[in-house]
């Protein structure tokens, strides 16, 4: 029976895509549907076909997957953010480590790499753990104010102030926004006639330290928001709050944050600890959403450098310096590379307040620095440490980093099939890996973070 779009069929879901869709097979033909599980029996609809596969949506569970758990968000959902919140949590662990583990080997070629991982590093308590919010503000159909999250794969704004893996003050602010914005008759943005002031509320939240940032992105200037010091005085009660600021964007872009920020009131950062390293965090710094698992990933990377205080150790793609200075607690030398100039200027104050005069941070390429620096100096690392975006690293990188020959790389990867790819020419080129640590950083997303140590070695990967 050949398929046609719209035709409702009753479907076993299989298996999970990467990006958490169910998919299931009718008559050999597989379908993928979003918010299922393996295991379910579903009715769905189907939406789009192509030549060897199709789209189908959720009509209705039929017979529920027994690793199915009712999403405690009542927007999960219609919502583009928890993508797996239907999956119990154990099964989401399961999940990310059998992605990191089915990219190894597929894209790397690890056939054995189950016995370097180790169990999945997850949450005690996987809810509110974000220290950090973006909040579009826009209107819904009935013209009222409103702030949440795009839907799925859309610019709708989902209403919701109670999101449940952000922190939970978050909602109490949002309150507070809407209700001054009301009051003043202050607009909210309208991103398709480009009109309206409000476009998001960006919030970040020191969950050691407990200070507290609100920033409104205005499609204008400051003084656009009329009687901002009754929002001022809402804000501040706010026990924690520490730093209001207004950031202007008047770009016709997704990009939430333009470049110039205005502090309102308190401080212009906010600061935070990941273990016993502090940070100084502005509206445009990088730093990782989760701190506790954070300090995890950092503790596993720093425990697979295996620094004993003499060794010389690279860090590529350092950002603010986050994991630099969790290195050098432990290292003779620390040299980070970041091609972002405020990251590096952040860095290189976060080394200061921390009073870490064992680090020096470079900007540029690190496919560019890092070669430069080795031809001038010589100085050969004893460890490498690589966190590269979901792109992965550079080719020339990759063969500057086996050329300098490090005892070990510890690589920390966002992304399991560029981690894989990189992996695979590492051990071309004389290294092996050791051991693989699978953290469970975004709970509920289908994301996952992982840190795999590499050692010098002859070693050479089993064909596919």
């Given at each position: 029976?050949?398929?046609?779009?719209?035709?409702?069929?009753?479907?076993?879901?299989?298996?999970?895509?990467?990006?958490?869709?169910?998919?299931?097979?009718?008559?050999?033909?597989?379908?993928?549907?979003?918010?299922?599980?393996?295991?379910?029996?579903?009715?769905?609809?189907?939406?789009?076909?192509?030549?060897?596969?199709?789209?189908?949506?959720?009509?209705?569970?039929?017979?529920?997957?027994?690793?199915?758990?009712?999403?405690?968000?009542?927007?999960?959902?219609?919502?583009?953010?928890?993508?797996?919140?239907?999956?119990?949590?154990?099964?989401?662990?399961?999940?990310?480590?059998?992605?990191?583990?089915?990219?190894?080997?597929?894209?790397?070629?690890?056939?054995?790499?189950?016995?370097?991982?180790?169990?999945?590093?997850?949450?005690?308590?996987?809810?509110?753990?974000?220290?950090?919010?973006?909040?579009?503000?826009?209107?819904?159909?009935?013209?009222?104010?409103?702030?949440?999250?795009?839907?799925?794969?859309?610019?709708?704004?989902?209403?919701?102030?109670?999101?449940?893996?952000?922190?939970?003050?978050?909602?109490?602010?949002?309150?507070?926004?809407?209700?001054?914005?009301?009051?003043?008759?202050?607009?909210?943005?309208?991103?398709?006639?480009?009109?309206?002031?409000?476009?998001?509320?960006?919030?970040?939240?020191?969950?050691?330290?407990?200070?507290?940032?609100?920033?409104?992105?205005?499609?204008?200037?400051?003084?656009?928001?009329?009687?901002?010091?009754?929002?001022?005085?809402?804000?501040?009660?706010?026990?924690?709050?520490?730093?209001?600021?207004?950031?202007?964007?008047k770009e016709k872009t997704n990009k939430i944050l333009g470049p110039v920020c205005q502090t309102l009131w308190g401080k212009d950062y906010i600061e935070d600890y990941i273990g016993n390293v502090r940070y100084q965090i502005g509206p445009l710094s990088f730093f990782q959403v989760n701190p506790s698992q954070t300090k995890v990933l950092y503790s596993k990377a720093l425990e697979y450098a295996d620094l004993k205080g003499q060794e010389v150790v690279w860090d590529l793609y350092c950002g603010i310096g986050t994991i630099s200075l969790f290195l050098a607690q432990k290292a003779k030398q620390v040299y980070g590379v970041e091609i972002i100039k405020e990251a590096i200027d952040d860095a290189r104050n976060n080394a200061r307040i921390n009073e870490m005069d064992n680090v020096t941070f470079y900007v540029g390429k690190a496919e560019e620095i890092v070669p430069a620096q080795y031809e001038k100096t010589g100085i050969r690392p004893d460890v490498i440490v690589v966190d590269p975006p979901r792109k992965g690293c550079e080719a020339s990188l990759l063969h500057t980093m086996t050329q300098m020959q490090p005892e070990r790389i510890v690589y920390v990867s966002c992304d399991p099939g560029t981690l894989a790819r990189d992996c695979k020419i590492l051990c071309e080129e004389g290294y092996e890996i050791k051991k693989v640590a699978v953290v469970d950083q975004f709970s509920h997303s289908v994301h996952v973070e992982s840190v795999v140590l590499l050692s010098k070695s002859s070693f050479t990967i089993n064909e596919k």
């Open positions: 029976m050949e398929l046609k779009k719209n035709q409702e069929i009753l479907l076993t879901i299989e298996d999970f895509t990467k990006e958490g869709e169910g998919l299931g097979k009718y008559q050999g033909f597989p379908l993928f549907v979003k918010d299922t599980v393996i295991g379910d029996v579903a009715k769905v609809s189907v939406t789009k076909l192509k030549k060897n596969y199709g789209y189908a949506r959720l009509v209705e569970i039929i017979e529920p997957s027994p690793d199915r758990v009712i999403p405690p968000c009542p927007v999960a959902r219609q919502c583009g953010g928890c993508k797996i919140q239907q999956l119990s949590y154990e099964k989401q662990k399961e999940f990310k480590w059998n992605q990191v583990a089915n990219c190894m080997k597929r894209i790397g070629g690890f056939a054995d790499i189950e016995s370097k991982m180790e169990p999945v590093y997850g949450m005690e308590e996987p809810w509110h753990y974000r220290n950090k919010a973006q909040f579009p503000i826009g209107k819904d159909k009935e013209g009222n104010l409103v702030a949440g999250f795009y839907a799925g794969r859309t610019h709708s704004i989902v209403p919701n102030t109670n999101c449940l893996i952000q922190a939970k003050v978050n909602q109490q602010i949002l309150e507070t926004v809407l209700s001054y914005m009301k009051a003043n008759h202050i607009s909210s943005y309208d991103e398709t006639s480009h009109t309206g002031l409000v476009r998001h509320v960006l919030t970040r939240v020191g969950f050691t330290t407990g200070e507290i940032m609100v920033c409104l992105i205005l499609n204008g200037k400051k003084e656009q928001l009329k009687n901002v010091s009754a929002l001022i005085n809402e804000l501040k009660t706010i026990p924690g709050m520490t730093s209001i600021i207004v950031n202007t964007n």
